[in-house]
Nanobody
Framework: QVQLVESGGGLVQPGGSLRLSCAAS????????MRWYRQTPGNEREFVAM????????NYADSVKGRFTISRDNDKNTVYLQMNSLKPEDTAVYYC???????WGPGTQVTVSS
């Protein structure tokens, strides 16, 4: 049974940091690039970041470039998203996804507010 479970969200002040985690199970994690997306009410899911299977290549949305860093630990079947210099517009539900699949987690809420 495929499972992706995000964690690490919460309420943070502007300029603060959070580290999201996504634990994967039920599929061969090392076979897939992994991605983070985010979604706000009434909007489509928006691409945030992607990392290849062996962590050689990363790609970011322009809106988060230089502030967010994606990484993965293949021994732990986990992908991370380090988010620094957070802005109110980063407020969203964040989801992880195995590239080119319908494998999605339930999401974790990130709220950036003073």
């Amino acid at each position: 049974q495929v499972q992706l479970v995000e964690s690490g969200g919460g309420l943070v002040q502007p300029g603060g940091s959070l580290r999201l985690s996504c634990a994967a199970s039920g599929f061969i994690f090392t076979n897939y690039a992994m991605r983070w997306y985010r979604q706000t009410p009434g909007n489509e899911r928006e691409f945030v970041a992607m990392i290849t299977r062996n962590s050689i290549f990363e790609n970011y949305a322009d809106s988060v470039k230089g502030r967010f860093t994606i990484s993965r630990d293949n021994d732990k079947n986990t992908v991370y998203l380090q988010m620094n210099s957070l802005k109110p517009e980063d407020t969203a539900v964040y989801y992880c996804n195995a590239f080119d699949t319908d494998y999605w987690g339930p999401g974790t809420q990130v709220t950036v507010s003073s």
